[in-house]
């Protein structure tokens, strides 16, 4: 079969994604799709995958991801007449703690929202369905139907014949030696065969990243960031087993194991806290099909307790004991999506031992989204553009690695951090905020203050689905932002300049605000896709008659900085990253002003400094840019240091206000305040997939505007009507706690989740934002429900608005 010199796409790797793929862009018409594998097909990872087909995942649209994945794969063997060896036997996961039985109850009530069958169940139930299951210390579990195993290797083999039977070109024993570029854009790539012998080029107008663990190195290759890390995985599978019956898949997460019956013998598997990284000199290119060395010590602890658990096993030969390398990510979520580095290098890749589970829905998605150039809905837990550039750092990868493969059967505890490769990016106030006792989160590499620990007490995380042992810090810091005076860290905002003579005509093009504003007007606004969704969600501040600087959530700068980018087109302006350039301090609360008026000689009154507006000040010896802006719905300003000054800044700040009561603050204060304002959280409340409008941010979209990204969508909406409200919630029961994907009963019926949930300290409970369906009804019938929300099994009433339950007409930020 010879290789065309020609291809509309080039899919790098024959796994299961990388025929999902193919399997998916011909399923959608595309010609001239062809697959390269360096060896066989299946040859890398898939081969040796568990197979385990679950349903259930962290959110609704990776969860509707893993439910098209097995309905698919109980089809295709009907398609293609290879056999998948596809069976709904069911799964049981089981919790040996009530801290376990809390999530596993959790994450049932979440599924019901999403629409998956899902049953908690008693350990004497889980005994009934499988009755090789020691109960002793089980403390209860779920139980779900409709969840499944299969063979993965022939579901890759079936995805990859339906491709060839729509004319897609599946090449094995080809190795891409090359990739050549231009600019922004892949030329084509160059390919050589496994004995030598042949050699040639594939000009293409795009290629798809599917190389698994080899994913890091063809990334690099076409000029992208692919973090990932193979770790070795272990597995045994015992002999036969005399009478042993289909069992559903049981997992035993607090055991780190899991287990399968297949053909009359038991699979034991496990994803232990201390992995073992492999491959960080590269990885052989004679690999195929390869196993790698027995490592029994480190298995043991992991068999001695399935002994205990199962005890026939104990009486079972073990006919193998497996190890191959799988590839993990920095977050133990896969990479999917167009790379921010290149306009047409697409990526699927880095499936962290989900990947038979997640590669039908993410070949489905992937396709989808490269056929209409927009994500088909949010993919925002799986975009490759959320991954900085730095966490493809080897040394990264290596020791971020060690940890997330056993994450996957960790406890799922709310506001757990990552403990491994820390410390990476620290804002220029860390060393002050340490000092005063800080408690250290990540996001996106930063290190970011998420409370303070008082005198005495450990400067640490103690995790549980209860109240953490920083909520009456948390209370403290909120109490002073809505009393006195709080400051905090908001160095790791994304910050970005747009400079150039076409810059005001750009940021109208890509925004829904008007920009059009004199200098040091602060604009809150959205970027918006083709359908009203919200791309992004930012500040953006007139700088000059030349430049804006456009204040981004820290995780989603350079998703945000790439969609401004692919839109340049033949405007003249330049984008630039300049984050690390400033530190940022947030000083919020009643007494904000006074503070500031005691640092600095300028003018913060209403009449010179009005909410919306930034100015230059002087403050201390240094200088400085305040605006005034909020994000906890206080009186405030978000003060802009250079990196040089922020030191000096600080310490004046700080030292001013040791009389008046100032409390530094952290994270979980900021988020318990937002969301009694019922200000959203990007990525939680507001995605690509909800319209602007039905999020209830109409106000910041300007229609009057003759042209911007998604302004028919907009009008659109306004013409055809609403079909969600965003609706903000609080529990009239003060204690229990909500997160997020709590599902929403409206008058008896489940009828959405919440997208976000905090703890409203001045308003006494918890409370939550989540979109409640309205097609055809006004604003008043949405509130003349009744409303609960399902908190692990317990239906809690709720009360309903939508206004902000706290200061709903803002006077007390433009006090």
Not at 316 to 321: D, E, K, Q
Not at 703 to 727: H, Q, Y
């Amino acid at each position: 079969m010879s290789l065309p010199t020609q291809a509309r796409v080039v899919i790098i790797g024959g796994g299961v994604i990388g025929c999902s793929v193919a399997y998916h862009l011909t399923k959608l018409g595309w010609k001239d799709v062809v697959l390269l594998e360096r060896k066989q097909l299946t040859s890398g990872t898939t081969w040796h995958a568990a197979g385990l087909i679950a349903q259930l995942r962290a959110t609704a649209n990776m969860t509707k991801l893993a439910k098209y994945s097995q309905e698919l794969y109980g089809e295709l063997e009907t398609e293609t007449g290879v056999a998948t060896g596809f069976k709904r036997v069911g799964s049981i996961s089981v919790a040996l703690t009530d801290e376990r039985m809390e999530e596993l109850a959790r994450q049932a009530a979440m599924a019901r929202a999403f629409g998956v069958d899902v049953e908690e169940i008693t350990a004497k139930e889980a005994l009934s369905r499988y009755e090789h299951l020691n109960i002793d210390g089980v403390v209860g579990g779920v139980w779900l139907p409709k969840d499944g195993q299969g063979d993965p290797a022939n579901i890759a083999l079936a995805l990859a014949k339906g491709a060839r039977q729509r004319g897609a070109l599946v090449k094995e024993r080809t190795k891409v030696t090359g990739i050549k570029r231009d600019g922004r854009k892949v030329t084509g790539v160059d390919w050589a065969s496994d004995d030598g012998s042949e050699q040639g080029h594939i000009a293409c107008d795009m290629i798809v990243n599917c190389a698994g663990m080899w994913g890091h190195e063809v990334g690099r290759m076409a000029g992208v960031n692919v973090p990932l890390h193979a770790c070795e995985h272990f597995y045994i599978v015992t002999e036969a087993i005399p009478n042993l019956t289909q069992m559903p898949v049981l997992r035993v997460p607090d055991e780190c194991a899991y287990y399968k019956e297949d053909a009359g013998k038991m699979l034991l598997g496990a994803f232990e806290p201390n992995a073992k990284p492999w491959g960080m000199n590269g990885i052989a290119d004679t690999f195929e099909f390869d196993q790698l060395p027995e490592d029994f010590d480190h298995f043991e602890p992991i068999l001695e307790n399935a002994c205990n658990r199962m005890p026939m096993l104990a009486e079972a030969g073990i006919h193998t004991f497996f190890n191959g390398p799988e590839s993990f990510t920095p977050d133990d979520a896969y990479h999917l999506g167009l790379a921010p580095e290149m306009d047409n290098v697409w990526v699927a890749a880095g499936f962290n031992s989900i990947g038979i589970q997640s590669a039908g829905g993410a070949g489905m998605a992937l396709a989808q989204w490269m056929e209409d150039g927009d994500k088909p809905f949010d993919l925002g837990d799986v975009d490759i553009s959320r991954m900085q550039p730095f966490q493809g750092n080897k040394h990264y990868l290596f020791e971020r690695s060690k940890e997330t493969l056993g994450l996957l059967y960790a406890d799922h505890f709310p506001f757990r951090q990552k403990a491994t490769a820390r410390g990476v990016r620290r804002t220029p106030f860390h060393h002050h905020l340490k000092e005063q006792g800080a408690v250290f989160g990540e996001l996106a590499g930063w290190e970011r203050a998420n409370w303070f620990a008082n005198d005495g007490q450990k400067a640490e995380y103690e995790y549980t689905w209860g109240r953490p042992n920083w909520f009456g810090n948390a209370a403290a810091e909120h109490k002073a932002i809505r009393e006195n005076v709080g400051m905090y860290d908001m160095s790791s905002f994304g910050k970005i300049r747009v400079e150039g003579p076409d810059s005001e005509a750009f940021m109208n093009y890509v925004g829904g605000g008007d920009y059009s504003v004199p200098n040091g007007k602060i604009v809150y606004t959205q970027f918006l896709n083709r359908r009203g969704g919200i791309e992004a969600d930012v500040t953006v501040t007139r700088l000059s008659e030349t430049a804006y600087l456009v204040v981004t959530p820290a995780a989603t700068r350079l998703a945000d900085q790439t969609w401004m980018q692919r839109h340049v087109g033949d405007f003249r302006v330049v984008i630039t990253d300049v984050t690390a350039g400033e530190g940022v301090l947030a000083v919020m609360g009643p007494n904000a002003r006074k503070l500031l008026e005691k640092v600095s000689p300028n003018d913060f009154t209403n009449v010179s400094n009005p909410f919306g507006t930034a100015q230059e000040i002087e403050i201390g010896m240094g200088l400085a840019r305040a605006h005034r802006v909020t994000y906890v719905g206080e009186l405030g300003w978000e003060i802009y240091a250079s990196s040089d000054m922020a030191g000096h800044v600080f310490e004046t700040l700080f030292d001013a206000g040791q009389d008046m009561g100032l409390k530094l603050c952290g994270m979980h204060m900021m988020d318990s305040c937002r969301i009694e304002k019922g200000f959203r959280h990007f990525g939680h409340d507001i995605t690509c997939e909800d319209h602007v409008l039905e999020a209830g941010l109409g106000f910041a979209v300007k229609t009057d505007k003759p042209d911007f990204i998604g302004r028919d969508a907009v009008l659109a909406k306004k013409e055809s009507g609403l079909e969600n409200r965003m609706v903000q919630f609080k529990l009239t029961d003060p204690e229990p706690l909500l997160y997020h994907n709590e599902p929403v009963i409206r008058d008896g019926e489940i009828v959405g989740y919440l997208s976000s949930g905090s703890y409203g300290h001045h308003l006494g409970a918890a409370m939550g934002l989540g979109y409640v369906p309205c097609k055809g009804e006004s604003a008043a019938d949405v509130l003349s429900s009744s409303y609960e929300i399902d908190v692990a099994g317990t239906r809690v009433k709720a009360e309903a608005s939508l206004k902000p339950m706290y200061d709903p007409k803002s006077e007390r930020v433009k006090v």
